[in-house]
């Protein structure tokens, strides 16, 4: 199974709204709403952001949203903070009812 | 809150078996599923496997014949056994409560090297 496909690399400047996508397949991120964002700063461990698609865990702040068309989720963040420069990763579950991450995202606000 | 705390050696060597337990504390093991997840040095994650404290488990197809996932309801813990590892095996590894992987270990970093 392969990872699921997100851009390398996006930026930002303070004040603006990125958004990451996710592309998958009719398998995995088409086919179900466990579909997650997970922020991971250098040195940490990931921080889940958003679980089943576009639901907010409890502390996160509501600039980060998430949503879902066919086989490609997206984050967005608006009002970039600089505190938000980190490494993003998406994850899915899968028709194999295994789990499948995305490659990952360095987002940098300029 | 929950927290949970990886530990086990941090240097394994080729073709041994890596192994490494998870601490579960202010809640119980049971009633969730827990999953190990791991992280190559400047790279991507990469799930490992997930188990639920009644014994039903998964893994991931590219490993499922080297790993081996338990658990020890009375002490709280579970645990994981990689065989065979390679270079390819060092990692930082992190053990995570499989509801959406919302709560995570710290991570431990495992190298493989003679």
């Known amino acids: 199974q392969s990872a699921l496909t997100q851009p390398a690399s996006v930026s930002g400047s303070p004040g603006q709204s990125i958004t990451i996508s996710c592309t998958g397949t009719?398998?995995?991120?088409?086919?179900?709403?466990?579909v997650s964002w997970y922020q991971q700063h250098p040195g940490k461990a990931p921080k889940l952001m958003i679980y089943?698609?576009?639901n907010r865990p409890s502390g996160v702040s509501n600039r980060f949203s998430g949503s879902k068309s066919g086989n490609t989720a997206s984050l967005t963040i608006s009002g970039l903070q600089a505190e938000d420069e980190a490494d993003y990763y998406c994850?899915?579950?899968?028709?194999?009812?295994?789990?499948?991450f995305g490659g990952g995202t360095k987002l940098t606000v300029l | 809150q929950v927290q949970l705390q990886e530990s086990g050696p941090g240097l394994v060597k080729p073709s041994e078996t890596l192994s490494l337990t998870c601490t579960v504390s202010?809640?119980?093991?049971?009633?969730?599923?827990w999953s190990w997840i791991r992280q190559p040095p400047g790279k991507g994650l990469e799930w490992i496997g997930y188990?639920?404290?009644?014994?039903?488990?998964n893994y991931n197809p590219s490993l499922k014949s080297r790993v081996t996932l338990s658990v020890d309801t009375s002490k709280n813990q579970f645990s994981l056994k990689l065989s065979s590892v390679t270079a390819a095996d060092t990692a930082v590894y992190y053990c995570?409560?499989?509801?959406?992987?919302?709560?995570w270990g710290q991570g431990t970093m495992v190298t493989v090297s003679s």
């Open positions: 995570v409560r499989a509801e959406a992987f919302d709560i």
């Open positions: 202010g809640g119980s093991i049971s009633s969730y599923y």
């Open positions: 994850s899915s579950y899968t028709s194999r009812s295994t789990v499948l």
């Open positions: 089943e698609v576009s």
């Open positions: 188990f639920y404290y009644s014994g039903s488990t």
């Open positions: 009719s398998s995995d991120v088409g086919g179900y709403i466990y």
